[in-house]
């Protein structure tokens, strides 16, 4: 991916190789809620939606499109997410992965990790048929 313009704090706008371009933007609802899509030809492709609370942001729910995965959208997706959560002063950002998670995506876990999170043992605030707890830190 090749990262064409900043259009603002909010927005970002990626080329990819081959020539697909995705919008990214951050919607923050209210202070409990900071939520980022992915935008191509008009139509969402991905999302990320997330909760707020003081310094720590929860990962609820990272979608891509189907017919769109594995093109690099959730790693874009991702990474806008970060840098919105540093530039919020977000210091800890972390999702659950659920058994059926790893089913359907074998590489989820490392995927994670190639983004600086971190696999640990579900703790009490994931949900109960949460596997694993993914944590960045900052």
Same mark, same amino acid.
């Given at each position: 991916?090749?990262?064409?313009?900043?259009?603002?704090?909010?927005?970002?706008?990626?080329?990819?190789?081959?020539?697909?371009?995705?919008?990214?933007?951050?919607?923050?609802?209210?202070?409990?809620?900071?939520?980022?899509?992915?935008?191509?030809?008009?139509?969402?492709?991905?999302?990320?939606?997330?909760?707020?609370?003081?310094?720590?942001?929860? @990962?609820?729910?990272? &979608?891509? $499109?189907?017919? *769109?995965?594995?093109? %690099?959208?959730?790693? #874009? +997706? /991702?990474?806008?997410?970060?840098?919105?959560?540093?530039?919020?002063? @977000?210091?800890?950002? &972390?999702? $659950?992965?659920? *058994?059926?998670?790893? %089913?359907?995506?074998? #590489? +989820? /876990?490392?995927?994670?990790?190639?983004?600086?999170?971190?696999?640990?043992?579900?703790?009490?605030?994931?949900?109960?048929?949460?596997?694993?707890?993914?944590?960045?830190?900052?």
């Amino acid at each position: 991916m090749l990262l064409v313009s900043a259009l603002s704090s909010q927005l970002s706008l990626i080329l990819s190789m081959n020539r697909r371009v995705i919008v990214y933007r951050t919607i923050e609802n209210n202070l409990d809620e900071l939520n980022v899509e992915a935008w191509h030809e008009g139509l969402q492709v991905g999302h990320a939606l997330c909760e707020r609370h003081g310094e720590q942001l929860k @990962i609820c729910d990272l &979608w891509i $499109e189907e017919r *769109l995965r594995r093109n %690099g959208i959730g790693t #874009g +997706l /991702l990474r806008h997410l970060l840098q919105t959560a540093d530039a919020a002063g @977000i210091r800890e950002v &972390w999702g $659950e992965v659920t *058994l059926e998670d790893i %089913g359907r995506w074998p #590489g +989820l /876990l490392q995927w994670y990790e190639k983004h600086s999170f971190v696999a640990q043992e579900p703790d009490d605030a994931c949900i109960s048929t949460a596997a694993k707890k993914v944590t960045r830190r900052r």
